[in-house]
């Protein structure tokens, strides 16, 4: 079990240093980002500082190499860069060098000077918050559906749940965000009681102090989750009818076992290994792609504001974005090989 999360775990680690290498090539490879910072009308010697600071003046593979200092959680600093950049960790070391074990430095926002890391990490609570409401919903209604139509096959609750899904799979989700923020927050807002835009915290326009406002979830919630609860329908009710023409659950039949013992406990638990792979693998694209629901119903997300940052040309937050995107990416696919192995005993031996 070790040996195969550790392989599971190195691979991870690879692709996350080809993203890596992707983002520092798009972004800085061939370009150069010190006009962004200075405008059209600052002198020479005002770019020159300016390149001078982001390390532009070096050689690209000098550039890569202190990117790569930066962002990785364990590296070398001098003083002087601990002090300028502000670097929170564990340092150890002497004779100015320092063997760091740190926050990951995102650098700072061209636009605000602000870190990079501390203004995603304000932004991140609120897609992580959307995400796991989105696949909530998806998995509550999505697993039942599946069951359902499994079990009662050629009827008319089969042919319902296998039309939605299609429908649900088929609409954008930046289309059905514009239509259920219409409906849902402009029509018939009177009886539903939400808003067409609003995010996770919002302050009190008489005291000044932060309060949640989870109401403004349901809408954008409901329109992320339902791609992944029409795939999740899909999924589950192909493994189910898979799963109950096996000899195992005639036997269990045969035993004399109720039937809603033989389909919650045995049927379903054989079939929920591509079902895993759908929900893990739907967790990690919703916080990707939540960039235009959050846009749409105004969320305070990584998604806002990295499309915020993409209209200023802040590129900083737009690779960091990025950044930690995939890496909650690559780690719940980690997660989800963790997963396979605890239901299935099969992957564990293997």
């Known amino acids: 079990m070790i040996k195969y999360f550790t392989k599971r ?8 240093l080809g993203v890596i290498v992707l983002v520092f090539l ?39 190499v202190l990117f790569l200092n930066d ?7 001098t003083d002087s860069e601990i002090e300028k950049k502000q670097l929170k960790g564990i340092f150890i ?11 990951p430095y995102l650098r700072r926002s061209y636009q605000t000077k602000k870190n990079v890391g501390e203004v995603l990490m304000e932004a991140l609570p609120g897609t992580l918050l959307l995400a796991i409401a989105a696949m909530c919903i998806a ?43 219409y409906l849902f927050g402009f029509v018939w807002s ?21 309060f949640w406002s989870l109401q403004n979830l349901w809408l954008p919630a409901l329109t992320l989750g339902i791609r992944p609860l029409a795939i999740i329908t899909q999924l589950t009710r192909s493994a189910m009818l898979d799963v109950l023409n096996q000899d195992y659950i005639r036997t269990a039949y ?29 967790f990690a694209e919703l916080l990707a792609g939540a960039f235009f629901v959050e846009y749409i119903f105004g969320w305070k997300g990584i998604g806002k504001v990295t499309v915020d940052a993409l209209e200023k040309l802040d590129f900083p937050v737009v690779m960091g974005s990025v950044l930690i995107t995939s890496f909650f990416f690559i ?4 997660l989800a090989d963790v997963l396979y192995a605890v239901v299935d005993p099969r992957v564990r031996l293997g």
């Open 139 to 181: 998995v509550a209604l999505g697993i039942p559906l599946g069951v359902l139509a499994a079990t009662k096959k050629d009827t008319w609750l089969d042919t319902s749940a296998i039309f939605t899904s299609v429908l649900g799979i088929s609409a954008p989700s930046f289309f059905m965000g514009i239509v259920i923020a």
């Open 93 to 103: 070391g002497g004779a100015g060098y320092n063997l760091a074990i740190k926050v």
């Open 71 to 77: 962002i990785s959680p364990l590296a070398i600093h």
């Open 26 to 64: 798009l972004f800085q490879g061939f370009a150069d980002p010190s006009r962004l910072i200075m405008g059209q009308r600052a002198d020479a010697a005002t770019q020159e500082n300016i390149r001078r600071e982001l390390y532009l003046d070096q050689p690209k593979w000098k550039q890569f």
């Open 9 to 16: 775990l190195l691979y991870g680690i690879l692709v996350m």
């Open 254 to 282: 045969a035993k004399g076992l109720p039937k809603r013992v033989v389909i919650w406990k045995h049927a379903l638990r054989n079939a929920l290994n591509p079902v895993i792979t759908a929900i893990t693998g739907w």
């Open 190 to 210: 009177q009886y539903t009681g939400l808003h067409m835009t609003g995010s996770w915290r919002n302050i009190d326009e008489f005291t000044g102090k932060p």
């Open 331 to 334: 780690l719940v696919n980690v």
